[in-house]
């Protein structure tokens, strides 16, 4: 278990520009969480995968954000054409199958947008 | 819709004494309650979690939390504060029939220890 993984840890960008973000869960967890975490506030929930099925997308994930999880393992969430206000904190979680199971949170990555 | 409310934004307590942090959740269903430990620049950490059974859990770090369900309320607690516990925690309602998945969070209490 080397547990949830992040990249980058850090990214500036200029508005206007596209960002990409990774996310490498714990191997055998099936279910993949991304949330978005403010200065001041808990994290929110953005959106969620079992498997490769993307089975969520919150109200707060416009068309300019998308994620994906091809195989299964690894998730990428992309966002385009990057406005100030999406300057917060990604995190990436990841859950097993028990029936009583956790989530186990990455490092994040946080984004500035100038 | 579900919610969590800690009233506390900051609380300050001296090394050696005992903590309480403060949690209140709506939801209609039975709720599956966390509380997380953020320090800075790391993920969010689970301290303990209930999902059914006995009210008073026990957790990491010498942390516990009693839900009352007449209260909606999921308090945790610590009877000595170590100067490394300094940190953001995080209250956290989970709709029971997904488990751990789309957790909504309350706003954080900061917590400082005094030497």
């Known amino acids: 278990d080397t547990g949830v993984s992040q990249d980058p840890r850090h990214k500036i960008t200029k508005r206007g520009q596209n960002v990409t973000f990774r996310c490498d869960p714990i191997?055998?967890?099936?279910?993949l969480y991304w949330y978005r975490q403010t200065l001041g506030q808990g994290p929110e929930f953005l959106t969620y995968?079992?498997?490769?099925?993307?089975?969520?997308k919150s109200r707060l994930l416009s068309d300019r954000f998308s994620a994906e999880r091809p195989k299964g393992s690894f998730s990428t969430l992309e966002i385009q054409r990057t406005e100030q206000g999406d300057s917060a904190m990604y995190l990436c979680?990841?859950?097993?199958?028990?029936?009583?199971?956790?989530?186990?949170f990455g490092p994040g990555t946080r984004l500035t947008v100038l | 819709a579900q919610s969590v409310t800690q009233p506390d934004i900051h609380i300050t307590v001296s090394e050696g004494a005992s903590l309480e942090l403060r949690c209140n959740y709506s939801?209609?269903?039975?709720?599956?309650l966390f509380w997380y430990v953020q320090s800075p620049g790391q993920g969010l950490q689970l301290l303990l979690k209930?999902?059914?059974?006995?009210?008073l859990v026990q957790g990491i770090k010498g942390f516990e939390a009693e839900f009352k369900r007449s209260q909606s309320s999921f308090n945790l607690r610590k009877p000595s504060v170590h100067w490394s516990d300094a940190a953001e925690y995080f209250c956290?309602?989970?709709?029971?029939?997904?488990?751990?998945?789309?957790?909504?969070f309350g706003d954080g209490t900061t917590l400082t220890v005094k030497p």
């Open positions: 979680a990841s859950e097993g199958y028990s029936a009583t199971a956790t989530q186990y």
């Open positions: 191997s055998e967890h099936n279910r």
């Open positions: 995968f079992q498997n490769e099925a993307q089975l969520e």
């Open positions: 939801y209609g269903a039975t709720p599956y």
């Open positions: 209930y999902f059914s059974g006995d009210t």
């Open positions: 956290a309602v989970g709709p029971s029939w997904t488990n751990a998945g789309k957790s909504t």
